[in-house]
């Protein structure tokens, strides 16, 4: 893969804030490979759409799957353009006036358009990168899919033709005459932490928590 940045032009340069803008695949696939989810946007006879869904990204494309019905990936696997956010909230900014209050986040946006993933081998490989950005190892402990599983399923994937990162670190930007009020200010942390794992009910006795449960962690 090549570490490269992103070519800039009207549709990803960042106008408002823009020394929070980052155009480099070492900082911006970090962000995809961390969110847990994305959020799909496309027009369809002039409605926008934003879908969530899950995502797992193999070099420059974006992978998804879903139902053979999904609107939206009948709308990718066409080719029509799509644009989709990845967004990582690291905590929030709780400014002394309600007017500074903001969060603190990694963002991406990617601008692409898809295609059908049908050959076996490759739609396989897209199975096992969206099975792994669930839980790191998941795939190799969990029972792999039938011919009747894969073909009930489509996978597409998007080329990333261009994207943006935006990102906001760092304490509340107070007015400087507020900073004197008796106003706690300061940064709250959040981030994705799991809590302790639930046994399905009908779990079979005798089968231990697997390393994909036991080591999982967000950060790529
Ligand atoms: C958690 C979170 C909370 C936010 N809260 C607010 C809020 O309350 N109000 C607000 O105005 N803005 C907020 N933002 C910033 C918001 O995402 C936009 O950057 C901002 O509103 C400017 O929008 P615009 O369309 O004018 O951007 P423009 O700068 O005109 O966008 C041009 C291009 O810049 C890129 N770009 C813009 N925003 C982002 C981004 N966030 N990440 C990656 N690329 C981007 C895209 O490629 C886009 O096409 C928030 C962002 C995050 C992640």
């Given amino acids: ?20 803008g980052r155009f480099e695949r070492d900082v911006i696939y970090p962000i995809i490979d961390e969110a847990l989810i994305c959020h799909v946007g496309f027009v369809e006879d002039g409605q926008p759409f934003v879908i969530p869904t899950l995502h797992a990204r193999l070099d420059d494309s974006l992978i998804l799957h879903g139902a053979r019905a999904s609107r939206m990936l009948k709308h990718i696997q066409a080719g029509h353009p799509v644009c989709a956010t990845f967004t990582l ?23 692409g358009r898809g295609r059908l ?3 076996d081998d490759e739609k396989m490989h897209a199975l096992e990168a ?5 839980a790191r190892g998941r795939w190799a402990e969990a029972r792999q899919p039938t011919i009747k599983e894969m073909n009930a399923t489509t996978v597409v994937g998007i080329t990333i033709e261009q994207a943006s990162a935006k990102m906001r670190t760092g304490p509340p930007g107070d007015d400087e005459a507020d900073y004197a009020l008796p106003i706690w200010a300061g940064v ?11 046994p399905d009910p009908r779990l079979r006795e005798g089968i231990p928590v697997p390393d994909s449960v036991r080591g999982f962690s967000r950060t790529p």
């Fill in 117 to 119: 993933i049908e050959a």
């Fill in 1 to 20: 893969m090549l570490m490269t940045e992103f070519t800039i032009d009207d549709r990803n340069r960042i106008r408002r804030k823009p020394d929070r």
């Fill in 89 to 111: 909230v690291d905590g929030l900014v709780l400014a002394r006036s309600v007017f500074n209050h903001s969060m603190n986040y990694r963002s991406a946006v990617v601008f």
């Fill in 188 to 198: 709250l942390p959040l981030g994705e932490q799991a809590g302790a794992p639930l």
């Fill in 130 to 134: 969206l099975t792994e950005h669930i």
